[in-house]
């Protein structure tokens, strides 16, 4: 069986935003435009195609991505219809809370278009997936929606994106007339204007630029073209000389630049209003890479720890990785995986080289949201979802056993808030057993832990929103009915100065005895350089650094993994109010054994207890979650928001004019922000509204450490 689609025609890439900018509204044109649906679902009316689940259409926002399927025919003068390219497309959730299906999404995409609000331009949320797609450094292009909207501007949109994201920002459209005089749009390549008619849209007029927007788009002409010669030392000569590249040129050296993430075109349009978004999807062909234009992915060799790579190729070993996992009531677990090399048939065995294991792939389905499209075979470059895996989870990887690989795996937040959870009646605690690990198997961001003092369930999640959906699913998906306890903070605790700590662990019952003996250093962790090679002594995570410096093998190496694991333990239960401790280093540099009585039991009691002893005179100290936070409200209320937002320890960072409303930037403690919307509303009659999402962690003020060891107790 062969591709029915050739690599250089494949395009994989997110639709991303900040709530509210419009990307569902644009994914659901984008499936009417290419023939996947025949009627366009609407957010307001909770009949679309990508927000599928209750919880979306009842909330008229996204809360998972969405992967989407579809063909698409370039619109331009001279592209060859039957060249059809086909557009793997993952819609992606614009709240903060649900940032965690961003970032796996962008990890595992090629390209990404970003959509913007007409209004609002560049939003707390378009920051937070632009540094997503600069960490994966994922070509993007830029949509600028809603200039249809009262109160829209494509040129303070794209100002804020100059300000705020990128430099490389290149126009490569102007709209003509904006609000309810929105018409259409001019492309300035070609230097033509489009009009977007008949039933949705769907027929695409060209015509020549209307005389009064002539003199602009020729100005705005000028500067594209200077941006785009610049990436080219061939075309800059020429251009100097007075010759313009061709129109062919031109698009090849943007093309280039913008995979290579040098270059971010800007469209416009209202999806809205069915104007734009067919110029869009050509700009996806045009720029956006197929699989075989990045880079080759990076992995390691799971016998040497070598790294490796592989390039998008059917003939290279098979390689995936999976991204997402989602319960299905009818087919049990899909397990969304990314091929990057090789291909894989239904029926064939899976080697899951993270784990080791091997599975049947009995079934591969490819998802049209909610909707299945069984498929035999999966290509390289390919996204697709395999049916009831059991040991499958985010960020394993699957390969050919003969060439095993595992592909650098998806890193995500720890979750900032928590509650407690308690089931109403005995059969409902089976069920939220249940209901709990499907769940927090999907979502890496939603943890289930036990309090090891009361016994009670804590539940820890992105936000309150994330919590109240997680709730709600276990009721409507597993029937669980629970009793919630009011959100609390997830503090941590750190150390910020050095310890040294011995401990020996004797115990002698008549028997076989028990003998442990460690010592150790505890320091802050420190950020590894970029391309330093950490030593094989290291095992380093992303809150823990533990470093084997024993000498002559005073300890056997078969019980260095058990102090690990006691100082693991340890770093659970912290030392000032017993929440998880972060970021520390621990350095085994001394200790013995006995012949007999050494064991790993020993040795885990006896690097918890130095670890325990070691914390207590490093200084230690609690953080708490600091939040990014956007205030927009009308001028009038400025100053009362302002002296409220003191009163909660916020720190300012700035104000900014966005039409005819104030934007109020600060940082502040989540736990001053519980309930902050309803107050907000109260405050301003209604018209004040706020985003908020997690930035980092902060040591706490003395008097609000004190306050928080009192609680605790």
Not at 15 to 35: C, M, N, Q, V
Not at 56 to 79: D, L, Q, S, V
Not at 608 to 633: G, N, T, W, Y
């Amino acid at each position: 069986m062969n591709r029915d689609y050739p690599l250089e025609r494949v395009r994989n890439f997110g639709i991303i935003a900040h709530i509210d900018a419009g990307k569902t509204t644009t994914s659901e044109r984008i499936l009417f435009y290419t023939g996947e649906s025949h009627k366009i679902g609407e957010v307001h009316e909770g009949n679309t195609i990508t927000d599928w689940m209750e919880q979306e259409r009842e909330r008229g926002i996204t809360i998972t991505a969405a992967a989407i399927t579809c063909f698409w025919n370039p619109t331009y003068m001279g592209a060859d219809v039957s060249l059809k390219n086909r557009f793997n497309i993952i819609d992606t959730p614009g709240h903060i809370d649900f940032t965690a299906e961003v970032k796996r999404s962008l990890r595992v995409l090629d390209g990404a278009v970003v959509v913007f609000d007409g209004v609002a331009g560049v939003e707390p949320q378009s920051e937070t997936n632009w540094r997503y797609a600069d960490d994966g450094n994922v070509p993007r292009i830029c949509f600028i929606n809603k200039l249809d909207r009262i109160g829209g501007s494509f040129e303070r949109s794209f100002q804020s994106i100059l300000d705020r994201l990128t430099k490389n920002a290149i126009r490569m459209q102007i709209p003509m007339g904006v609000e309810d005089k929105f018409e259409g749009v001019i492309d300035l390549l070609k230097m033509k204007a489009y009009y977007f008619e008949g039933t949705m849209g769907i027929q695409i007029r060209e015509a020549e630029i209307p005389p009064e927007y002539l003199e602009e788009a020729k100005k705005y002409r000028h500067e594209l073209i200077e941006k785009i010669v610049e990436q080219d030392d061939i075309l800059m000569s020429a251009y100097l000389e007075g010759k313009e590249p061709s129109y062919e040129d031109l698009k090849k050296t943007l093309r280039k630049a913008t995979i290579e993430v040098k270059l971010v075109p800007v469209f416009t349009g209202s999806a809205l209003k069915n104007k734009g978004v067919q110029l869009i999807l050509d700009a996806v062909v045009d720029y956006l890479p197929s699989p075989l234009d990045i880079p080759p992915v990076r992995g390691i060799d799971p016998k040497t720890g070598d790294e490796m790579f592989r390039k998008a190729s059917d003939e290279e070993p098979f390689a995936a990785l999976a991204f997402k996992l989602q319960s299905d009531p009818f087919v049990g677990q899909l397990t969304f995986f990314r091929v990057y090399s090789g291909t894989i048939e239904a029926g064939s065995y899976i080697y899951n080289a993270t784990t080791g294991d091997k599975e049947r792939l009995g079934r591969i389905v490819r998802l049209q949201a909610d909707k299945r499209e069984e498929v035999k075979k999966v290509f390289s470059g390919e996204i697709a979802a395999a049916v009831g895996l059991k040991s499958a989870r985010t960020s394993h990887t699957f390969c050919d056993e003969n060439n095993p690989i595992i592909i650098d795996p998806i890193k995500f937040v720890d979750p900032v808030v928590s509650l407690r959870i308690e089931p109403k009646t005995k059969a409902d605690q089976e069920k939220m057993g249940m209901a709990m690990k499907k769940l927090s198997d999907e979502d890496p961001t939603f943890k289930v832990s036990t309090n090891t003092e009361t016994m009670e369930t804590i539940i820890s999640g992105m936000g309150e929103l994330h919590l109240e959906i997680m709730i709600d699913r276990m009721k409507r998906e597993f029937g669980v009915e629970a009793n919630v306890g009011k959100p609390q903070v997830a503090y941590r605790e750190t150390i910020t100065g050095t310890a040294e700590a011995e401990h020996k662990y004797i115990k002698q019952s008549g028997g076989k005895g028990q003998y442990g003996h460690v010592k150790i250093i505890l320091k802050p962790m420190e950020p590894v350089e970029e391309g330093k090679k950490i030593p094989k002594n290291v095992s380093r995570y992303d809150d823990f650094e533990f470093i084997n410096s024993i000498k002559g093998g005073v300890i056997p190496i078969e019980f260095i993994p058990a102090v690990e694991k006691g100082v693991r333990e340890a770093m659970e239960r912290g030392i000032v109010a017993g929440f998880k401790m972060v970021n520390v280093s621990c350095d085994l540099i001394y200790g013995s054994y006995h012949d007999v009585d050494s064991s790993e039991i020993a040795y885990k009691i006896a690097g918890s207890q130095a670890f325990q002893d070691a914390a207590k005179r490093a200084r230690p100290v609690i953080l708490e979650p600091i939040m990014k936070l956007e205030v927009i409200v009308p001028e009038k209320f400025m100053g009362d928001i302002t002296g409220n937002l003191n009163s909660k320890r916020a720190q300012i960072d700035g104000m900014e004019d966005r039409g005819m409303l104030k934007v109020i930037r600060a940082s502040v403690p989540l736990s001053e922000m519980f309930g902050y919307i309803t107050s907000l509303r109260s405050m301003t009659e209604g018209r004040g509204s706020a985003n908020m999402e997690f930035d980092h962690y902060e040591v706490v003020p003395p008097q609000v450490e004190k306050s928080i060891v009192e609680a605790r107790k």
